[in-house]
């Protein structure tokens, strides 16, 4: 991450920031949240393209390899320095569509350009959620 301008609206804290060739699209909106000590926030806009990703499926076990270059049509979740939630959309070379749960594995090709909107008055945590088995997030003021 090499460029990052703050903006804010009412409450809302908008962090522009442009992704460059090689770095790893989940990771560095992990380290972003860690590093400004984003609470709660999510991905307002995320566009560019990758050279190869990683996604998890519906099944919620099954993670996929893209190996070939992909726009980036759509980006969006929930973001803290907690824990990242985020689903992508990818169009490959043929037009055709593929998404799912964002894994670490997903590499910048030329660019990403996000727009990460943070809420300073919501904080997100994770619990254990036995009905659905997993660790869920929860939002609290």
Not at 33 to 53: H, P, Q, R, T, Y
Request: hydrophobic share 35%; net charge negative; with cysteine.
């Amino acid at each position: 991450m090499k460029s990052e301008i703050i903006s804010s609206s009412g409450t809302t804290v908008y962090r522009c920031l442009r992704l460059h060739r090689g770095e790893d699209l989940l990771k560095s909106i992990q380290n972003l949240c860690i590093e400004k000590n984003i609470k709660a926030g999510f991905v307002a806009s995320g566009v560019g393209c990758i050279s190869k990703g990683k996604i998890r499926d519906a099944s919620g076990v099954t993670i996929r390899e893209i190996n070939e270059d992909c726009e980036i049509v759509s980006l969006n979740g929930t973001v803290s320095a907690e824990r990242c939630h985020l689903h992508i959309a990818l169009s490959k070379e043929d037009l055709s569509t593929i998404g799912g749960h964002l894994c670490e594995g997903c590499i910048i090709n030329t660019t990403c350009e996000l727009i990460i909107a943070e809420i300073p008055d919501i904080c997100i945590d994770v619990e254990d959620d036995p009905e659905t088995g997993y660790d869920e997030l929860i939002f609290r003021k």
